[in-house]
């Protein structure tokens, strides 16, 4: 096959098969390892960065080192494969350097494309479709792989006219920032909601928050969890569970580290006691580390979901606000963590979660901070979603756009 599945309108001309070392010039990164490394000098690419740090366009270094004599600089537009890696398939990736002035460390094999080849689409080439299974191909080694210019200098690579590889990697370089874009906003909404629920609750036995919303000023009330919630625990369904059903279980699956409620992928078609909207459920068990005791998540509906054995159900009493609780809970993990007894599987008990201690505020506030939290809940996922949405978008794209 020589054309793409899929294309930008005006394109129908077959794909050329070059091999590449009639297209560009090559050279080879020298010197300088992580040891070499400081906090302020002239900006670095070492090759290891490329599995870790850097996608297929780099414009900006964060790892800098004191110049040496015979060091190699970067003009801008080179195309740089790592020399060294872990596997096959993982070294057959390339990415295009933006900028002049950046040094290439040692273990980087350069490409400097002629003028009839766009950078950024030879990169992007290299990383995918057939050049990336035929590079793998030619890596060389069992516990540690290497490629050699000479080996990518015999890689046959299918190029369009210059115009469409021009088009097809702005294409991706435009999905790529707003990748960026949208990873960067949920981990800065992740940072301001890490930081304000270190604010807005009460420290060191404090009785009011260092951050309050305007108008409130009282002490805030110490109550226990179980005078606020009705405790239940679940119960035992493998005999009746299924991938398919009526009710959806709520296991120690279904609660992630941040509070948010999965899919369990297990169901029933039977049951008397279903939980109902804004019931909280508890993570009693923990086989890891214990990062997942007491975690809580909000039930979003009536009548859909079933509690499981080692979770617990607190259902509100109407003393506090439920998102305010929900907040509260997975803010102070670490009481739960530290109640944790057992060995390969840590537990809570029921006197441990309902022996709780809870600051309360009134109801205006709670409402006020469990909205907060919420909105900035929100958010995170909004900006997770996107984010994984156009990764499915690129990843079908680059599928689809290279031969």
């Known amino acids: 096959m020589s054309k793409p599945k899929i294309r930008f309108k005006g394109y129908e001309e077959d794909w050329e098969q070059r091999k590449l070392k009639n297209e560009a010039e090559f050279g080879k990164g020298n010197g300088y390892s992580k040891s070499d490394l400081t906090e302020f000098g002239t900006p670095i690419i070492l090759y290891g960065r490329l599995y870790t740090k850097y ?9 800098f080192v004191n110049t040496k004599d015979g060091s190699v600089y970067s003009e801008g537009g080179e195309v740089i494969v790592p020399a060294s890696g872990e596997t096959a398939i993982d070294i057959a990736r390339a990415a295009t350097v933006e900028k002049a002035g950046i040094l290439l460390g040692g273990d980087l094999n350069i490409i400097k494309p002629n003028n009839n080849i766009d950078s950024k689409f030879l990169s992007l080439s290299i990383s995918n479709g057939n050049s990336q299974r035929e590079l793998a191909k030619k890596a060389q080694g069992k516990s540690v792989v290497h490629i050699h210019n000479k080996e990518i200098q015999d890689l046959i690579i299918p190029f369009p006219c210059i115009e469409e590889q021009k088009n097809i990697s702005k294409y991706f370089f435009k999905l790529d920032r707003l990748i ?13 909601k890490k930081y304000m629920l270190q604010k807005m609750f009460p420290q060191n036995r404090k009785r009011v928050p260092e951050i309050r919303f305007a108008g409130f000023t009282d002490d805030w009330e110490q109550r226990k969890l179980g005078d606020l919630t009705t405790y239940r625990n679940g119960t035992g369904h493998e005999e009746k569970q299924s991938d398919v059903g009526k009710y959806e279980l709520v296991n120690l699956n279904s609660i992630s580290i941040d509070g948010g409620l999965k899919p369990s992928g297990k169901f029933i078609d039977e049951e008397t006691e279903t939980l109902i909207k804004d019931d909280l459920v508890m993570v009693l068990s923990d086989v890891g580390h214990g990062d997942l005791l007491g975690r809580v998540a909000i039930i979003p509906e009536n009548n859909r979901f079933v509690l499981n054995q080692r979770v617990a159900l607190l259902r509100n009493n109407g003393f506090a606000d439920t998102k305010y609780l929900f907040s509260y809970i997975n803010a102070h993990q670490r009481y739960f963590k530290l109640q944790g007894a057992g060995s390969s599987q ?15 505020p009134k109801r ?25 949405e156009l990764q499915k978008i690129k990843k079908f794209m680059l599928q689809n756009m290279f031969i």
């Open 180 to 192: 960026t874009l949208h990873q960067r906003k949920c981990e800065e909404t992740k940072k301001l």
């Open 346 to 360: 840590l537990n809570i008990s029921r006197g441990s979660v309902e022996n709780f201690e809870v600051l309360l």
């Open 55 to 63: 996608e297929n366009l780099i414009s900006d270094v964060d790892t």
């Open 364 to 388: 205006d506030e709670q409402k006020q901070i469990g909205e907060c939290f919420s909105n900035l809940d929100h958010l995170i996922t909004l900006h997770q979603r996107k984010y994984e």
